[in-house]
């Protein structure tokens, strides 16, 4: 065999070793575990609402339907004096329905009054960006009850309701600081087992909530004028040695 032809066989035989060395320690550096850690950074904020709700819902009866409608107009007469006494601008009044029941219509009719034969309902919704106007009205609906208004007995639909709908402009700071927090766990697990945080591998910003201040039993939360917003991102961080 000449020297030309032994080189090139040479040249080939040490390619072919050096390729599966390369590939032998690839295939080792692939199989070693990549460290992870997960971890929680958490946002929250107590904000005031900035829209309310008093639903107003009233009942007037009559021995007939003119008589029933005729106490009915004086008691939204009186509801329309005491919120404009409260403040409140007409656009911020909305007649929602009424209702008309005839008694004498149903199947148990023998025993009526015939005096309160008809009933008629009417609920007004207010709605307001001042909730401290909505707090304040709420706070002396009462004082309706000196003025012959009789109140329906929907317990559930009487009350003001709250809700908070400026949460766009708080996204961005609450996202920031709850990516922080979720660094700094990530960097005090790194410290204890003798690493470093490396690039976010994965994140899930989470869902915002928008909660009651103050978690009360049996009360509902749009009840409460003040509400805590919350967030929880979730991120994945390489670990470095």
Partial sequence: MGFSKFFS???IALGIAL???FIANGFIISREPVRIVTVKGLSERIVRADLG???IQFIASGANLEQARIELEKSEQAVRRFLADK????SEIKVQNITVRDRAAGYSN???DVNFRFILTQSIMVSSKNVEKISLAARSISDLLREGVVFSS???SSGPTYIFTNLNALKGEMLSEATKRAREAATKFAIESQSKVGNIKSANQGVFQILPAIN???ERPDRQIDKKIRVVS???YFLID
Avoid at 87 to 90: K, M, P
């Fill in 19 to 21: 390729s599966g060395w």
């Fill in 110 to 112: 023998n025993n009526i």
């Fill in 9 to 11: 066989a040479l040249i």
């Fill in 87 to 90: 403040g409140f601008e007409r």
């Fill in 216 to 218: 009360i039993p049996d």
């Fill in 154 to 156: 929907d317990s559930y």
């Fill in 234 to 236: 979730t991120i994945t």
């Fill in 53 to 55: 709700f008093l639903p």
